[in-house]
């Protein structure tokens, strides 16, 4: 392939796919403050100042296959710094949008359609999910201070509904001793859902909209269905 | 993202149900008294991480960041804690955010977390408090590499916790 003539050819530039940016890549002095501050920066070629640039040039081929994509953790600090505020999140969240779904490394698209289909990322059975709360809560219940603990399921008119990291169920279910306890001691009138359980949202890490509208959506059905009051902040 | 989706798709439904975030709810506690933490639990030197959703974030988001309520929560429980530097605002990212713990590229995450590990080192710290379920994961996955094994890494609310008395 040859790079020097796409880089030259303005005409490349798609300004229509970009129009709906809250920034146009034009804005950027190229003044390296981004780069210079950016964790990432040089590992595996990424460099936010280089995606800018690419963008700008209208590489977007290169960007949509571009795995150090994946390396930014969208953290903003750049934004921050940005003497021309440009929102870099923002575009690296764009361009993986546009991203084929299926050529998405790792877990966080497959892992967003087993979300979909059963619920939860790990695609346990609103049972089985049910029946490894019920095990914590039991394991609490044993500790001296917590005799009588439950874990609160589907409870209507709840005062605040807590969803569950996808994380902690499988592999560190000791980690959600914690909050539960806390949210005990405190006296609240909490609970948690049996279907549809999580919180947090693969669908904004890998800029599938129409999936992360969805799973908002079933907290909001939770709130309304079970008539709770308020909603713990998911991450 | 709950949050930006909920005002973005379902605004309406904003009007049905309050909303709180982990610090503010654990602040609510201690302020109503119906925990009551306790300094004497812990006394070797502690930091607080500012994650990036719920500061830097949230402020470019939603025009408040949650810098205060963590620290006034950190001054209940322990004595001795420090900043690390630069923090808040301008805080340097953990490396586990935006997905990256799903990924498969474990050796560049880790990477990615030395400035992290260097500033936690730079404050002498024995104990690491976070909110966020990423930082959590990032910075217990990564301490062994940079030889900080014994870095004792915690949820807020763990903290809270472990210094009431039961």
């Not at chain 1, 490349?12 to 003044?31: G, I, K, M, T, V």
């Not at chain 1, 299926?102 to 029946?131: M, Y």
């Not at chain 2, 610090?23 to 639990?41: D, G, N, Q």
Request: aromatic fraction near 10%; charge should be neutral.
């Amino acid at each position: 392939m040859n790079k020097s003539s796409k880089i030259i050819d303005p005409g490349r530039s798609d300004r229509l796919r970009f129009a709906a940016w809250p920034h146009s890549p034009d804005d950027c002095l190229a003044c390296g403050l981004c780069s210079s501050l950016c964790p990432a920066s040089g590992i595996d070629g990424f460099d936010p100042r280089k995606v800018l640039r690419m963008v700008e040039l209208g590489r977007i081929e290169e960007l949509v296959e571009a795995r150090w994509l994946w390396l930014c953790t969208m953290c903003s600090k750049c934004v921050v710094y940005c003497p021309m505020q440009i929102n870099i999140s923002d575009i690296v969240r764009s361009i993986r949008t546009l991203w084929d779904r299926e050529k998405i490394p790792g877990d966080l698209h497959t892992g967003l359609v087993r979300a979909l289909k059963t619920g939860n990322v790990n695609a346990l059975s609103s049972q089985e999910f049910v029946s490894r709360m019920q095990a914590i809560a039991d394991e609490i219940a044993a500790e001296p201070g917590f005799e009588g603990f439950t874990v609160p399921i589907d409870k209507e008119g709840a005062n605040l509904l807590l969803t569950v990291h996808n994380k902690l169920v499988l592999r560190f279910p000791q980690d959600m001793k914690h909050l539960w306890k806390v949210l005990y001691l405190a006296n609240e009138d909490w609970t948690i859902t049996s279907e549809n359980p999580e919180g947090s949202n693969w669908g904004y890490f890998n800029g599938d909209d129409p999936a992360a509208k969805i799973l908002v959506g079933r907290i909001v059905d939770h709130m309304k269905n079970l008539k709770i009051k308020n909603l713990l902040w998911p991450e | 993202m709950t949050r930006s989706g909920l005002r973005k798709w379902y605004p309406e439904s904003l009007r049905t149900f309050g909303t709180i975030s982990v610090p503010e709810l654990l602040v609510k506690y201690i302020k109503e008294e119906r925990i009551k933490p306790e300094k004497s639990r812990f006394q070797g030197l502690a930091t607080y991480h500012d994650p990036c959703n719920f500061g830097r974030k949230s402020e470019m988001e939603f025009g408040r960041g949650f810098y205060d309520e963590p620290r006034w929560i950190m001054d209940r429980c322990l004595e001795n804690w420090v900043e690390l530097y630069p923090n808040k605002k301008y805080q340097t990212c953990c490396g586990g955010g935006g997905g990256t713990l799903t990924t498969p590229y474990d050796r560049e995450r880790t990477f990615y977390g030395r400035k992290k590990m260097e500033q936690i080192r730079a404050a002498g710290a024995q104990m690491f408090v976070t909110l966020c379920h990423a930082c959590h994961g990032q910075v217990n996955d990564i301490k062994k590499t940079y030889g900080m094994e014994d870095l004792d890494v915690k949820y807020l609310w763990e903290l809270v916790l472990e210094c009431l008395q039961i």
